[in-house]
């Protein structure tokens, strides 16, 4: 299995906290992903990041913030979580648009 | 806008069945395509990757293929068992898509012993 760990795994908070999820890799891969699965959506791109320090916004990015200053960590952020944020969100890596995407186990976030 | 269509979205066979899994998209110049397994509560397991210049890939008792020019991809699973019980999703990658990943809802697939 590819090194991917996501914490926390499972997180229940309140609306308006901030909430960050983090995603740490051993693989020394350049691109990281955030997405979120929803049923009745699948599985949607919130942000994505090309190497340390460069994001780009995926197709679900409002109320989401990233960062990534170091090649293994790539964090997400809910700057005041929202309970339309509810959702498992899972972290992928690959080294390019010719390799596979290699997903982590997810991040289960209740926001009551 | 790019679309990955699943049809159907849930399937139930008999154990011993070949199955054929469909995977349409409506974007003809996709870059790759990708297959994952995602069991219950679990995340995406990656099956096969198929590159545009590829026609087919196999692993094992799968073989996907991909046909650009009908925008459509299937997933041949040979000689089905119950641990292939799962959600199969397939995913595309357009050129100058940098490099994100385009998801059908799934199908769930269901063997029954």
């Known amino acids: 299995d590819a090194g991917i760990t996501q914490s926390p795994r499972h997180k229940v908070t309140e609306t308006g906290t901030p909430v960050t999820l983090r995603c740490h890799q051993t693989e020394n891969h350049r691109y990281m992903y955030w997405y979120r699965q929803d049923p009745g959506h699948g599985l949607r791109l919130i942000h994505y990041?090309?190497?340390?320090?460069?994001?780009d916004k995926g197709e679900v990015s409002d109320g989401y913030s990233v960062s990534r200053s170091k090649t293994e960590d790539f964090l997400l952020t809910l700057e005041s979580a929202t309970s339309s944020q509810t959702s498992v969100y899972f972290c992928a890596i690959s080294d390019g648009a010719n390799q596979p995407q290699h997903f982590g186990d997810g991040t289960r976030l209740s926001i009551l | 806008k790019q679309e990955v269509t699943q049809i159907p979205a849930a399937l139930s066979v008999p154990e011993g069945e070949n199955l054929v899994l469909n995977c349409s998209f409506t974007?003809?110049?996709?870059?790759?395509l990708q297959w994952f397994r995602q069991d219950p509560g679990k995340g995406l397991t990656s099956l096969l990757l198929i590159q545009s210049s590829q026609r087919e890939q196999t692993s094992g008792r799968l073989n996907a293929s991909l046909d650009k020019s009908s925008g459509r991809s299937t997933l041949y699973i040979a000689a089905s068992q119950p641990g292939d019980s799962a959600t199969y999703l397939c995913?595309?990658?357009?050129?100058?898509?940098?490099?994100?990943?385009?998801f059908g809802k799934g199908m769930k697939l269901t063997v029954n012993p």
């Open positions: 974007d003809s110049a996709i870059y790759n």
């Open positions: 995913a595309e990658i357009t050129q100058g898509g940098s490099e994100k990943l385009v």
């Open positions: 990041s090309y190497g340390v320090k460069d994001t």
